[in-house]
């Protein structure tokens, strides 16, 4: 503990050890004055909650916060854990591989995890994808997807197909390319307009199939035929754009418009992947394969950061028939071994678990729970797919007041923007679940 407590908390001075223990205020205290947090301002405005530990679905904090002091995750860390936090079988893929190697350059190197991984995921995702670049993050992963089908044309001596055609309320990532083809609006990077590379927009789409949004993807498609490398979308659910869902057979007129007129199709799958929909993944709701697909977030059961752009042997025999015939990217933790031991560990479990039933217990449930709010002032609609449940305002959330409307009955949620939405491990109880829809009620009542 520090020696000088009426001192206002600080990093040790230079050379000095860091304080092994820090009381919750200390670590708020230091949180505000040195961290960023995602889409944060600096100095931070608000306090964030400090979690101690985790497992199964709920997060344990440092302090009671409106007289709880564990909460019950609505949210699986942004998509990403699946099976819940501390489980046993991941935590004992992650410590056989510490054991081995937790990393090694993967230029010249190879290793089972990686290539174990790459084989189940070519295993599990539509044919023809049978190629896999193991990434960083998501965000990375989007980057890769764009290097490949600008290259393949590249390759192919087209070199003015390079433009990328998405539909609006999408969200590709925070770096440069997956930003300039998240929503251009409604996003959160209207900042960059006229900075960031100029991409072609259709409208969003609507929620049902309609043929004249469908002639409208089309013709845009047709039109831009010479300049585009790629369309890329979320297939069947666009997720931080703005949580919306479409009819799949949009992939369809996707998949059709793109063959018809030379461009590659690009399936973002990384919030969609891994069951969440109700497929394993959403281009199997449309029987749909891209010549591309980013896969990230459950990846690894949200335990560390790794994601994977998967190609087709089309676009990798394009890009090695050029005048530089190799795909120049290559992180430093590229292939991550302790990273891949864990995501192969994690998508084991899910497959040898009955996902689909468990997805489907948590549509209903979400569903059940989730009616009533569409009874609130304020609530525009209420929508659930799979484990996915949305309650859309009619105005923008109040996040501080929502977050601790949920608190309060033991949930943890992040609205933003109009929505109050939730997508739980697949791991969650009946009665967590309730609770769960009863947070998101509540905080949609206050938010
Ligand atoms: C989260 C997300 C990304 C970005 O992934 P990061 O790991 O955060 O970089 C890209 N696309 C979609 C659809 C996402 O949901």
Redesign the pocket.
């Known amino acids: 503990m520090p020696e000088h407590s009426d001192r206002p908390a600080g990093p040790a001075g230079p050379g000095q050890p860091a304080r092994a223990v820090y009381s919750a205020g200390e670590l708020l205290a230091l949180d505000r004055a040195h961290v960023w947090h995602p889409y944060g301002p600096m100095p931070g405005r608000t306090d964030p909650l400090v979690v101690r530990s985790a497992s199964g679905v709920r997060l344990r904090l440092a302090e009671e916060t409106e007289g709880r002091t564990e909460l019950i995750d609505g949210m699986s860390s ?2 990403s854990a699946v099976h819940g936090y501390n489980h046993p079988v991941l935590n004992a893929a992650a410590t056989a591989q510490l054991g081995r190697m937790s990393h090694v350059m993967f230029g010249g190197l190879t290793h089972e995890p990686a290539v174990r991984l790459a084989a189940r995921l070519v295993e599990i995702t539509p044919e023809p994808l049978r190629h896999v670049f193991l990434c960083d ?6 980057e890769v997807a764009v290097k490949m089908c600008l290259q393949y044309w590249r390759s192919l001596g087209r070199p003015a197909k390079r433009r990328m055609l998405t539909w609006r309320g ?6 440069w390319q ?1 930003m300039s083809v998240c929503d251009p609006e409604g996003g959160m990077h209207g900042l960059w307009q006229g900075v960031l590379p100029e991409q072609v927009f259709a409208p969003a789409p609507p929620a049902d199939f309609e043929e004249s949004y469908a002639d409208g993807l089309r013709e845009l498609i047709a039109r831009h035929a010479d300049e585009l490398a790629a369309v890329i979308v ?1 297939p069947v659910v666009q ?2 754009g703005g949580m919306r869902f479409h009819s799949p057979a949009y992939l369809r007129v996707l998949r059709e418009a793109c063959d018809e007129h030379d461009v590659l199709l690009v399936f ?5 992947g891994f069951g969440r929909t109700g497929e394993l993944f959403a281009a199997d709701h449309a029987g749909v394969a891209p010549d591309v697909m ?1 896969l ?2 459950a990846l690894t059961g949200g335990y560390l ?1 790794m ?1 994977a752009t998967l190609c087709t042997p089309r676009v990798a025999d394009g890009i090695s028939r050029g005048e530089v015939p190799v795909l120049a990217h290559g992180p430093t933790f590229m292939g991550n071994p302790l990273a891949a031991a864990v995501a192969c560990a994690s998508v084991d479990l899910l497959l040898e678990r009955d996902w689909r039933q468990e997805v489907k217990r948590m549509e209903t449930g979400l569903r059940e729970g989730l009616a009533p709010a569409s009874e609130l002032p304020g609530v525009r609609e209420v929508r659930v797919l799979g484990g996915i449940g949305v309650v859309q305002l009619d105005h923008q959330a109040d996040m501080a007041a929502a977050t601790r409307a949920a608190v309060r009955e033991g949930v943890w949620l992040r609205p933003f923007r109009d929505l109050v939405y939730v997508m739980p491990p697949y791991v969650t109880g009946e009665d967590d679940l309730a609770a769960v829809c009863r947070g998101v009620v509540a905080a949609a009542a206050a938010g």
């Open positions: 942004w998509w993050s998501g965000s990375v992963s989007v999408g969200y590709h990532g925070d770096t997956p979320e997720g931080a973002d799958e990384i919030a969609t980013c990230g977030k950061t994601a």
